[in-house]
């Protein structure tokens, strides 16, 4: 079994509409959560953290759920700049970080 | 934000050679580095971890004799791949986190062309 695994999408919708996915960890023992942006043929870069009580950052919220371990992303009023590839991270052993392969979301004019 | 450079961006190899990537952090020191391998359509795999100033551990099935990682410094980690093959075609990136609970950092990526 994966350590993450991702819905690999591809979501398409169209620009202003929400688009949410989630992502399943089978570590209980993690701590830090994480979702990253990776554009094509780039390195991932810091989305946002995801905390226990959820969080949000402008257009985009977070959630995570111990209980059942899996944390999500919404995007609310997409944009077309918004297409990438959303990498869901997780910690693990104590120091390293796993990730999911990602979910692809495409958002058209 | 915290910086992290990797060098070169891309790079094409024949057959055999060995190529050299370096990764450095720009504005803060890094005990720590990690060496990812991506291949299309899949996820980051962490291949080692690399520790300034002691010997890196590698994650099973990495050959340690085959992806050589230094830490010379506590800004600057190389990864030499030595007799490089078609297989080891892939995208190499680097990692550092300014402490252990924070986010990563990551490298702009080495895109190896093995031909």
């Known amino acids: 079994r994966k350590e993450v695994e991702q819905d690999p999408g591809p979501f398409n919708v169209p620009e202003g509409a929400t688009v949410a996915f989630n992502c399943t960890y089978s570590n209980s023992a993690s701590q830090s959560f994480f979702w990253y942006r990776q554009d094509c043929r780039k390195e991932p870069k810091l989305l946002m953290s995801v905390y226990s009580s959820g969080n949000e950052d402008g257009r985009f919220t977070a959630q995570l759920n111990r209980a059942s371990q899996y944390i999500s992303l919404l995007i609310r009023d997409s944009k077309l700049s918004d297409s990438a590839t959303y990498l869901c991270v997780v910690n693990y052993d104590d120091y390293k970080l796993s990730f999911g392969a990602g979910t692809t979301v495409t958002v058209r004019a | 934000g915290a910086v992290v450079s990797q060098h070169p961006s891309w790079v094409i190899c024949k057959s055999g050679t060995s190529v050299k990537i370096e990764c450095r952090s720009l504005d803060f020191q890094a005990t720590t580095m990690f060496w990812y391998r991506q291949f299309p359509k899949q996820s980051l795999m962490l291949m080692a971890t690399?520790?300034?100033?002691?010997?890196?551990?590698?994650e099973q099935g990495v050959e340690k004799d085959k992806f050589l990682i230094n830490h010379a410094s506590l800004t600057l980690s190389t990864l030499t791949v030595t007799s490089a093959h078609p297989e080891d075609s892939s995208f190499y990136i680097c990692?550092?986190?300014?402490?252990?609970?924070?986010?990563?950092?990551f490298g702009q990526g080495t895109r190896l062309t093995v031909v």
């Open positions: 690399s520790n300034e100033g002691s010997k890196a551990t590698y």
């Open positions: 990692s550092a986190r300014i402490n252990l609970n924070t986010e990563a950092f």
